[in-house]
């Protein structure tokens, strides 16, 4: 991240340090309650997103997991060589739980769990056919240094693949904050039973995030090719990017 941005900045290409660091606590808040709120606040669509993205990696395949929570992404994923990464040890020991139990009830090896961040990834280059994000790009520390670190560890051919909140244009994005400052808000306080819930700051990742347009050409910017991005539909409250490592 530049060292000129301030410590509590928040803007569609990173934060400040201090803006960081009070994501990360609000972040490990949602632990016990993640998978119910996001399944309410999608209307149940966040599974079926996760499934499209699972669709882009095939069997045999070295899969890295940036940004992997408490594993509600990962623990599905079956016959590869998996690695999950979290800035947050407290999220990675509900992830290695959660993970490591469903891939022994498949009879598959562990999977490596990696305490680290996006912008620098403690990986070798040209290790992994597909590094996945899930709802986790809108919270980097700094989004052009951490794609830059996920081309480097990516294999020559090898996919990223992004799915997070959608954004295409300001009409679609005032639609969208207002979603997460009425409903997500709502059922966030109604689940935890606490007004002062962690989704209350978790807002402003969306209210700050870019568009598709903004990412896409930073991918590209960075070295990725073949950079495609979209809304899915019918909803619209999602997106996915997908963009390829140059043979």
């Known amino acids: 991240m530049s060292s000129t941005r301030d410590s509590e900045s928040l803007d569609r290409d990173g934060m400040g340090e201090d803006a960081w660091k009070e994501l990360m606590d609000n972040l490990e808040a949602t632990i016990p309650v993640y998978d119910k709120v996001n399944s309410i606040v999608t209307l149940g669509q966040d599974k079926k ?94 989004k052009r240094k951490g794609l830059s670190e996920i081309l480097r560890v990516l294999k020559p051919g090898g996919m990223l693949i992004i799915c997070d909140a959608g954004k295409s244009n300001f009409l679609q994005g005032l639609a969208g904050r207002i979603w997460m400052g009425t409903v997500v808000q709502w059922v966030a306080r109604r689940v935890t039973k606490d007004k002062n819930h962690p989704w209350k700051w978790l807002a402003k990742t969306y209210t700050h995030f870019g568009t598709i347009s903004h990412y896409r050409k930073m991918m590209r910017e960075v070295g990725f090719s073949n950079v495609r991005g979209r809304l899915y539909w019918p909803f619209f409250m999602a997106e996915r990017f997908l963009a390829t490592k140059p043979e």
Do not use: Y
């Open 49 to 142: 997103w996760r499934r499209n993205v699972a669709g882009f990696i095939d069997a045999g395949m070295k899969v890295l997991e940036v940004g992997c929570g408490p594993g509600t992404f990962s623990e599905n994923l079956q016959g590869i060589d998996l690695t999950c990464l979290d800035p947050s040890e407290a999220m990675l020991e509900v992830a290695r739980q959660r993970v490591g139990k469903a891939r022994a009830e498949r009879g598959e090896s562990e999977a490596q769990f990696v305490q680290g961040v996006a912008e620098e990834l403690p990986l070798p280059d040209n290790t992994f056919d597909r590094v996945c994000c899930l709802f986790s790009f809108r919270d980097f520390h700094d």
